[in-house]
């Protein structure tokens, strides 16, 4: 059986190799999302460039003629407005149950009388 100090010194053996793979880890996705940053800074600078000489010809040539003229898709000449990377807009999955609608009496300007109005037609 183990003594007091022999489980204290296993426990902190692999307490250390715990720790220095998660430090690891967290260097490692720090770097990456700092990396990232810089290439989206690059991006968001290349697209204002692009944006500036689109807008510039404009002046010389249509859309159309420029994306003629370079083989590349009129698409891809305008502003980029979202970020790259998996950016999809998506509905949200919480809906509110259907039911019967409601009806509201609607009261006319010519009239004393309140109207019932009902969508369920």
Do not use: C, N, Y
Request: no cysteine; net charge negative; charged share 30%.
């Amino acid at each position: 059986m183990a003594t007091e100090d022999e489980i204290r010194a296993r426990v902190e053996a692999a307490d250390m190799s715990r720790s220095q793979a998660r430090a690891e880890a967290a260097a490692t996705i720090a770097a990456d999302i700092e990396r990232r940053m810089k290439v989206r800074a690059e991006l968001a600078e290349m697209d204002a460039a692009i944006a500036t000489a689109v807008a510039e010809s404009a002046k010389i040539m249509t859309l159309a003629e420029l994306s003629e003229f370079t083989g590349i898709a009129e698409h891809e000449l305008l502003p980029q407005d979202e970020p790259a990377g998996d950016t999809k807009l998506r509905r949200s999955t919480r809906r509110k149950a259907a039911g019967p609608r409601k009806t509201r009496p609607v009261v006319l300007p010519a009239s004393d009388a309140p109207v019932a109005v009902s969508s369920d037609f």
